[in-house]
């Protein structure tokens, strides 16, 4: 399924002070809203954004579709739901930008959900008390059972949430509000402390002490990987089918630099290797592909809170000749990780003759990745 997300910025609230609206303040060197808009590395992105602001994201170089935004959030956000409208997307995550710092384990959850549920959004069950107040005085308490503080990204199965926007023309708190409106049920995953919301000028303060608190968790791994030759018309390597003489001998499609890969993170994230998770003992893994097993790496990655900052493959052969195909292999593995392709690296190098890729009896791959926590 084909998962995109809708980053809402198009708001003019000055709550937060400053000279310009939140979402475009600074935020550890960057304006709040890349730092949203990052967080959904590697998915399809519209940013909805006022007019007045497209020089501001043209500068800043946002990978994004840019969609204007409507007189209030609701209008917006169904102005980015049209834009994406008959194009083959299936789940929808839809996030507010002035929330910089939604750890990647949340986002994961959420799209997990929506593969049992037609809507899925994070929340945090209400601790403290509650009262209200009047005139400066405490004028009553509210029963905090059940009541927990919402959260985005609030994600959706796309064609429903489309139809629910369509039938409720009026103004929402949210898109649940929305989905409920029309029937959807929305399940609740765990929220999470730090996907705070920058609202007053302190919240900045806040912000910038948990992106401190994260760059002090970076996460490297390293893998090695060989397969010998065999019979065969090409060799997969990387994610793409190399035209060859010979293919690669090995339990699943013997694709020896993304096993590389995949091994790398999992040794970042201290998960052993790919024998741990798919036992080569176990027939049902038998010519499997290996994106399977990358793909699996990354979402383990993203629920334990991490996300890629980058990775560099190296395979190690005579022949077949990389350097036609390396980018091609660059694009394949950023789609399976669902990441930038800027964060991935694939090159090659010959052993002189030497050794066991020297005489042409296989290939040897080597990756290297970094994790950062999200």
């Known amino acids: 399924m084909t998962t995109a997300a809708i980053i809402t910025a198009a708001g003019r609230g000055l709550r937060a002070g400053g000279d310009v609206p ?27 954004m006022h007019p007045d602001d497209r020089a ?20 917006s956000v169904r102005n980015a739901l049209e834009a994406l409208a008959g194009q083959g997307i299936s789940r929808v995550l839809i996030h507010d930008g002035a929330r910089p710092l939604v750890p990647q384990k ?82 609740i995953v765990a929220g999470d402390e730090d996907n705070l919301k920058l ?26 990987d060989v397969h010998a030759f065999c019979d065969g018309d090409g060799v997969w390597l990387c994610g793409v089918k190399v035209p060859h003489g010979k293919g690669l001998l090995g339990h699943s499609d013997a694709d020896v630099g993304m096993h590389a890969l995949t091994d790398a993170i999992y040794g970042a994230l201290a998960e052993g290797d ?49 350097g036609p195909h390396a980018e091609a292999m660059r694009q394949a593995l950023a789609a399976i990780m669902e990441v930038a392709v800027e964060k991935v690296s694939v090159k090659a190098t010959t052993s002189e003759r030497l050794g066991f890729t020297g005489r042409e009896e296989g290939i040897a791959a080597m990756a290297t990745c970094a994790l950062v926590r999200a």
């Open 22 to 48: 939140k979402q475009w303040q600074m935020l550890a060197g960057r304006p709040v809203v890349a730092h949203a808009v990052a967080a959904f590395d590697g998915m399809r992105r519209v940013l909805v």
């Open 56 to 75: 501001r994201a043209e500068a800043i170089g946002l990978d994004v579709q840019i969609v204007e935004g409507g007189a209030t959030r609701t209008q």
């Open 106 to 187: 949340v986002i994961a959850a959420v799209i997990a959900a929506l593969d049992q549920a037609q809507g899925a959004a994070p929340a945090l069950a209400v601790t403290d008390a509650l009262w209200r107040g009047a005139a400066g005085l405490v004028a009553g308490t509210v029963p905090r059972d059940g009541l927990f503080r919402a959260q985005t990204p609030q994600g959706f199965r796309f064609d429903a949430i489309l139809a629910a926007h369509r039938a409720h023309p009026a103004e929402a708190a949210d898109d649940v509000a929305i989905a409920r409106a029309h029937g959807l049920d929305v399940v």
């Open 199 to 224: 609202t007053f000028p302190g919240d900045f303060a806040s912000a910038e002490a948990i992106l401190r608190g994260r760059q002090m968790d970076l996460r490297v791994g390293n893998g090695f």
């Open 274 to 322: 790919i024998g741990r998770h798919f036992p080569p003992s176990d027939p049902q893994w038998k010519g499997a592909e290996s994106k399977i097993f990358l793909a699996h790496a990354m979402r383990l990655a993203r629920a334990k809170g991490f996300a890629l900052a980058n990775c560099d493959v190296t395979l190690i052969c005579e022949r077949p000749k990389v």
